[in-house]
């Protein structure tokens, strides 16, 4: 089984960021679900928005202190 | 009178100043003007010291050398025509190239033969450089591998960036000035991996920079190749083939900005993509940092306020569901139980009243229903048995007189058979007897015989040959013999 990563690459942040504005186009999100999507798009933003002005190790020391 | 000259074997000597005066006259009076010469620079021999300058001239089939000349351009000419030169192919006169030049030919007693070049036509040397680079375009779409660099992939956000380029070039600075001092604040990591960027000297050292890249410790994602503030002059080598095919096999994509005015050189053709400019490059790179800022803020707005909006329609629901529970499920209710209420009070006292009346009137309906059944099978019954006597009658009625005529017909038939049946006796009879005397004991019996020949009867003497052995049956007994 593959387990998901719980840091992804910047790619698979991106990825996943427009996957869940696609459900949310789609009205794909239940209420329940939708605080912990809105988190994970929190972070997910926050890890490509991290890309952009910090250098890989940068990022990598930052998401080691969220962990 | 001249002296006497020396022979050997009858033939005079000469000495090499005579054969060389001889030369110089004979050159001399056959090629009296200059001639428009093509041929190759094998060897540029330019002296700096002295600004004289003595090319190696050839002409090459194939591999092959065909013819090879010097020739001689002196200081008072070299910088003239050096600098319309390099002005017209952005070139300065250099080993390797073609050219076409006027020149006289001379001999000297002391260096001797000698081509001294007058002038040199640049536009020539343009036009076989274009043909040089058709030619470059076309090896590289034949091995396929014109496009190569163009389809390899980018990352979304390149961000270790290999940069080929001179420490202290404008091009270097502005491009690492531009990029660093972005206005967004996004950071980049560039390593600098020093190269000449022009001349031949750049067609060897840029591919060998490519290579340092290939195999640093920690994986580049993309590689460029930044020149600027030297002018036009020596871009030559961004068509040369050796250091192209390095740029189209480059296992990263390469981004090009040389920095020139005039034309794309095939190197800005095979890159994954070639910028005019360092400064290009650089925006090039910001460009798409911003751009992937813009989706992930849009995406982030957008996220947000569909969420609130989501929670604002949930909360709507739940207050509508909470004013109809409170007042309109309630109103309900009442009003539905003051219907059931006032249905059950009529109902009770109605059936009361029914009971007592209906009862009797239902007992008088089921025994009426119990004596109209029973008249009613009676006299099916009744019906039913006189139908039945009908048919009994009139079945007798058709019947009897046909089974009458059936008798007769039997008797009949069986009078005829037996009348049949008598003569067919009387006449096998017949037939027996006859049949008795034709059998072959009755005739035998009379004094005739069969002869056989193997189990079957002779009719015919030529049927028989001399050895044959035959039987001849009697009506008594047999005799075996030989024909003879």
Known sequence: ?67 | MENQRETFNDHPIYTLSEIGASLRSVIAKNYPRAYYIKAEIIKLNFYPRSGHCYPELVEKEGTQTKAQMRAIIWAAQYQAINERFRRITGEPLKEGIGILCLATVEFDMKHGLSLFIQDIEPTYTLGEMAKNKLMVIEKLKKEGIFNANKEKKLPLLPQRIAVISVETSKGYSDFMVTLNNNAYGYRFYCQLFPSILQGDKAIITIPAQLNEIKNASSPFDCVVIIRGGGGDVGLSCYDDYRLVSAVANFPLPIIAGIGHSTNETITDMVAFESKITPTDVANFFIERYHNFDKIIEENKSYIFSKASLIIKEEKNKVAQLEYFRNNIAAQFLTREKNIINQIESKYVSLALKITAKERAEITQLENLLLFETKTRINLEKSSISNALNNLKFNFTKIIDPQSKKIDNNKQLLHLFSKQLLNKQKVEINNADAKLGLLHPDNILRRGFSITYLNQKSITDSNDVKPKDEIVTKLYKGEIKSVVT
């Open chain 1, 1 to 67: 089984m593959k387990t998901p990563n719980p840091i992804p690459t910047y790619t698979e942040a991106f990825e996943e960021l427009q996957e869940i504005v696609r459900q949310m186009e789609n009205a794909d999100i239940s209420v329940d679900d939708l605080s912990s999507k809105i988190q994970r798009a929190s972070l997910l933003i926050k890890i490509c928005k991290d890309k952009l002005t910090k250098t890989e190790e940068e990022v990598t020391k930052i998401m080691g202190e969220i962990k």
